[in-house]
């Protein structure tokens, strides 16, 4: 019975952290090293991410430096920022390459936070459905007679109980990166 609980537990952080790692990319008003993370670049025939390539700085708030350690790899790097579409253009001056962000205009910023909205509901939908399998498991093991009836209600109880923690924070992390948008 614990290992149904504990199966539950695990998803639904999971879930939630997949929630915050997509939040994370989602672009603010502010420059953030972590709109680099997932771009990749052929490095001596190796896909090689570039934070590992090089030095990423934020001097001011819209702006990053990208200073690879390997200059050879300068242009690499800016066909790969290039091709990721991160809405800025990077600017090479053969040593750095400069990000800067331009600040969002009020219809940019309520759309990021429309989609905003939609990546948390998608996964309130799959703590849910993460619910709905646990519950369904306790249910199997009351029909085969594993375990009694109020065994059964105590259980579906501790899974409700840990799907209204998982939706509130989910709420929560909602709020403050809405709030992080919104925010001029």
């Known amino acids: 019975?614990?290992?149904?609980?504990?199966?539950?537990?695990?998803?639904?952080?999971?879930?939630?952290?997949?929630?915050?790692?997509?939040?994370?990319?989602?672009?603010?008003?502010?420059?953030?090293?972590?709109?680099?993370?997932?771009?990749?670049?052929n490095y001596y025939g190796q896909s090689t991410p570039i934070k590992q390539l090089c030095n990423i700085s934020i001097p001011e708030p819209r702006m990053i430096i990208v200073q690879p350690w390997d200059k050879t790899t300068l242009a690499d790097i800016e066909k790969a920022i290039l091709a990721a579409n991160l809405g800025v253009t990077p600017e090479?001056?053969?040593?750095?390459?400069?990000?800067?962000?331009?600040?969002?205009?009020?219809?940019k910023r309520k759309?990021?936070?429309k989609n905003l909205k939609k990546i948390?509901?998608?996964?309130?939908v799959a703590i849910r459905n993460?619910?709905?399998?646990?519950n369904e498991q306790v249910k199997k093991l009351e029909k085969d007679g594993e375990i009694s009836e109020d065994e059964q209600k105590k259980m579906l109880k501790d899974i409700q109980d840990i799907t209204d923690e998982w939706i509130k924070k989910i709420d929560e992390a909602e709020k403050s990166k809405e709030k992080e948008i919104l925010e001029v």
Request: aromatic share 4%; glycine share 2%; hydrophobic share 35%.
């Open 1 to 41: 019975m614990d290992e149904i609980l504990d199966e539950c537990k695990e998803k639904m952080k999971k879930t939630f952290d997949a929630m915050l790692h997509q939040f994370s990319k989602i672009r603010t008003g502010r420059a953030s090293a972590s709109v680099l993370d997932d771009i990749r670049i």
């Open 120 to 124: 948390a509901e998608d996964t309130r």
């Open 111 to 113: 759309e990021i936070a």
């Open 130 to 134: 993460i619910r709905r399998e646990a």
């Open 92 to 107: 090479n001056d053969g040593n750095v390459i400069r990000l800067p962000f331009q600040p969002l205009t009020e219809e």
